[in-house]
């Protein structure tokens, strides 16, 4: 009996124990983390499931029918042309010149059902016979109807016995960056070939010199591409692929196209005209940046510029003046001088265009039409202009153009020949010259290593032939 009285004390002993170490360890510890409030905040992703993206419904382009439209009016274009060769011991001692045919390629694009056909002046520069094959492989000796080396665009005519499948240019000025496109060619021979990417930029120019405007994509071209289309997601020619920029001759991710509106209006003036119809706006200047902005004391970073108004031009007789920054033609947005330069290469002389300028901080609009160009750099010679009646009569000739500005560097010679600023240019290589566009004709139109040949009126009022190679 006292053996269990004494497990029993010892058993609530031990329970006494237990308990009252858990109240002074574990509850207290309890109470206290329970009021210790942290000052960080709980970190977790926010979720909406109601919003979330249905994979299968997403709008995805779709190229089929633009590749359908266009593989068929893409073309390849193989220019053959005869070159020099190098000259070996047996050439010498023969007497005889050795020569061969070189064989370059490229693309191109009909754009009528009678067989027109448009391409880069590059792809068939000095070329002796060039050859036209179908996307059926149907081959053709093809005629060169006309070129403008300024925009890289070349016109080529076959004769067929049935309709041609064709593009129709589309507009150009409507492309969008980030805008889906189709470069179609045939790269490294491979005929009939299809890229796709989208327009990275638009109005870019390669040249520094404000001569270009290309809309820039990243669709894969290669050499062989030159010529080829650019078409959007609804088939629509909005531009031929020209160039690319590499180091390494192929491909990197930037490609080259000229825009369809220009194509097309060089096109319509080679069939016309036989020549490329340009239409002057005027004026000198460039385009405006920070550094530039700072300069003139101004705060307008974007537009262009007029530092200078020509006489008699267009820009002249509606009143734009020095100081005045354009910022839109027509429709089109002035940022840098490749948009204006590009949109004016679309229009022709007597073209009406509105003209959007700041004034003194006021927005003003001017209808401005366009004039033929009245000067031209000829080489060797300088700047050329259009002639007055006056200047005419003074060296006694019904026809010619006169020397503004003599060429520096050979302006010494020039002018011990009896030849100075003023002077009458009559004839190039045989044609005579009526106006600035008749000389720019006759340097466009001379066959290639076909002498440079300049008749000029002297001082003393002597004719007198000068031949450049």
């Given amino acids: 009996m006292k053996k269990i009285i004494t497990l029993v004390f010892v058993s609530a002993l031990g329970g006494l124990l237990t308990l009252g170490g858990y109240k002074f360890f574990v509850e207290n510890d309890t109470q206290l983390l329970s009021v210790d409030q942290s000052s ?26 633009a590749a359908e439209k266009s593989l068929d009016a893409v073309v390849h274009v193989k220019n053959t042309s005869v070159i020099s060769s190098p000259t070996t011991m047996q050439d010498l001692f023969y007497g005889r010149q050795s020569q061969h045919a070189q064989v370059g390629t490229g693309s191109g694009v009909v754009i009528s059902p009678t067989g027109y056909i448009v391409t880069n002046n590059h792809v068939i520069k000095n070329a002796n016979e060039i050859s036209i094959t179908l996307n059926n492989n149907k081959s053709y000796i093809a005629e060169l109807i006309g070129t403008d080396e300024t925009t890289d665009i070349a016109l080529l005519k076959i004769e067929t016995d049935e309709d041609l499948p064709f593009m129709a240019f589309g507009d150009s000025d409507n492309a969008k960056v980030g805008e889906w496109v189709l470069a179609v060619g045939n790269p490294f021979n491979l005929t009939s070939t299809v890229t796709a990417g989208i327009i990275s930029a638009k109005a870019r120019d390669l040249s520094g010199q404000n001569m270009q405007s290309f809309i820039q994509t990243d669709a ?9 289309a650019l078409v959007n997601t609804n088939g629509d020619l909005i531009g031929i692929n020209t160039a690319i920029s590499s180091q390494t001759g192929s491909y990197i991710g930037y490609s080259f196209a000229v825009p369809s509106n220009i194509a097309r209006k060089i ?7 036989g020549n490329v119809q340009n239409g002057i706006l005027g004026v000198v200047g460039g385009a405006l940046n920070s550094a530039a902005a700072k300069e003139l004391g101004t705060d307008i970073t974007e537009g262009f510029y007029v530092s200078d108004v020509q006489e008699d031009t267009g820009a002249d007789k509606a009143g734009i003046k ?7 033609i027509d429709k089109v947005k ?9 949109y004016l290469k679309t229009k022709s002389p007597d073209d009406v265009v509105n003209v959007t300028l700041l004034r003194d901080g006021d927005e003003e609009v001017m209808p401005v039409t366009l004039l033929k160009p ?8 300088g700047l050329i202009k259009n002639p007055s009646e006056k200047d005419l009569k003074r060296y006694n000739s019904e026809y010619g153009v006169k020397i503004s500005e003599l060429d520096e560097n050979y302006k010494s010679n020039w002018i011990r020949s009896g030849v100075e600023e003023g002077s009458i240019i009559t004839r190039i290589n045989g044609k005579k010259l009526y106006n600035v566009e008749d000389a720019q004709t006759a340097i466009k139109t001379r066959r290639y290593n076909e002498p440079l040949q300049i008749e000029v009126i002297n001082k003393n009022g002597e004719k007198v032939v000068y031949n450049f190679r």
Avoid: R, W
């Fill in 374 to 381: 009245t000067s031209y750099t000829l080489p060797t010679i």
């Fill in 334 to 342: 002035i940022h840098k001088f490749s948009d204006l330069t590009g």
């Fill in 40 to 65: 960080d905040y709980p970190v977790f992703v926010p979720t909406n499931n109601s919003n979330s993206i249905n994979v299968s419904k997403v709008a995805t382009p779709d190229f089929v029918n």
């Fill in 322 to 328: 020095e100081g005045d920054i354009i910022k839109k």
């Fill in 220 to 228: 894969a071209v290669n050499p062989g591409n030159s010529g080829g």
């Fill in 267 to 273: 096109v319509n003036d080679i069939m016309e005209y």
